[in-house]
């Protein structure tokens, strides 16, 4: 068997997607988490302008066409609305 060594952050990143994911099976949001240690990352999405040093990426897929009828206020709405259910998931990690 190929061991592997995971940085902590990743790990706590994918606990806490699958927490995410097991509060919720049949009505959860796709969404992808990764830890910038070094800025590297957002570097290459973002550009050279922008800092993501020891940030939080997030990403989310609309699989279930969640927000594909919504537009203006109203998708910003319940975007929000679903990335604080997140954030309660992320918050202990975050803040260390």
């Avoid at 060594?5 to 099976?25: C, G, H, Q, W, Y």
């Amino acid at each position: 068997m190929n061991e592997r060594t995971v940085p902590l952050m990743d790990f706590k990143l994918l606990e806490a997607r699958v927490d995410f994911i097991m509060s919720n099976p049949t009505n959860f949001t796709d969404i992808h988490m990764i830890y910038d240690q070094n800025g590297d990352i957002g570097k290459q999405i973002l550009g050279e302008g922008f800092d993501t040093t020891g940030m939080i990426g997030i990403s989310f897929t609309d699989k279930r066409g969640i927000f594909s009828n919504l537009a203006g206020i109203a998708l910003k709405e319940e975007f929000k609305k679903r990335l604080d259910v997140f954030y309660s998931f992320i918050k202990k990690i975050a803040l260390t």
